[in-house]
């Protein structure tokens, strides 16, 4: 089975820092991977998706990036957090219907 | 872009009553998925309808899908305060999901 694997749990980080939160995939290879922001109150949005190695989309423009140097893995990041940037990160990915989802990452900018 | 649309974006209902969320998406589809969201936790998977079904019920749940008007309505029944939650569709299409941005429901004991 596959399992999504997202690091870290919470954070807490000032205005100005960088972030990289990382996702990994076990279980399947070449999964398409997805990066979710919901913010305090609201639904999901899309930030970012990837069909395959250092091929990424996004879906909305902002100061963040996303990277996807191997097969399993899925990166978000941002050189320098604003504000707005708070929020719960999803990752989730798979090659079916069958959509697998990590444990997400609450991201709290100070 | 997002695929999925549902309305309301947030719903407040009083426990026994029906609760109904509808879902619109823009290309074809192979299945619709529905979704639930607990505050500040990880996705539940509640059910699954395929392009070449109407409708599916499962137990308080009763999903249908109108590929036609590419829609897809959630009612619950006899809700209860334990629904209160985020509810999510999503849409997959050869090996590509996406959700929509969800509805906000809250039932009131």
């Known amino acids: 089975s596959q399992t999504i694997h997202q690091w870290p749990a919470t954070l807490v980080q000032p205005v100005g820092s960088p972030l990289s939160l990382e996702c990994t995939v076990e279980?399947?290879?070449?999964?398409?991977l997805y990066w979710y922001r919901q913010a305090a109150g609201r639904g999901l949005q899309l930030l970012f998706y990837?069909?395959?190695?250092?091929?990424i989309s996004s879906e909305v423009p902002q100061n963040l990036s996303a990277s996807r140097p191997q097969d399993r893995q899925f990166i978000l990041s941002s050189k320098k957090l604003l504000l707005s940037d708070s929020g719960f990160y999803l990752c989730?990915?798979?090659?079916?219907?069958?959509?697998?989802f990590g444990p997400g990452t609450r991201l709290t900018v100070t | 872009s997002q695929q999925g649309e549902e309305d309301p974006q947030a719903l407040s209902i009083q426990e026994g009553e029906n609760a109904t969320m509808n879902c619109s998406y823009k290309?074809?589809?192979?299945?619709l998925q529905w979704y639930r969201q607990n505050s500040g936790r990880g996705l539940v998977h509640l059910i699954l309808?395929?392009?070449?079904?109407r409708e599916k019920h499962s137990g308080r749940l009763r999903v249908t899908l109108d590929t036609s008007k590419k829609s897809s309505s959630l009612l619950i029944t006899a809700s209860r305060a334990a629904d209160t939650a985020s509810y999510f569709c999503?849409?997959?299409?050869?090996?590509?999901?996406?959700f929509g941005a969800g509805t906000r429901l809250t039932v009131k004991p």
């Open positions: 989730t990915g798979g090659r079916s219907y069958e959509q697998y």
């Open positions: 279980g399947t290879s070449n999964p398409n």
């Open positions: 990837s069909v395959g190695i250092g091929q």
């Open positions: 290309t074809s589809i192979n299945n």
């Open positions: 309808i395929r392009s070449n079904e």
């Open positions: 999503a849409t997959y299409n050869n090996n590509d999901m996406r």
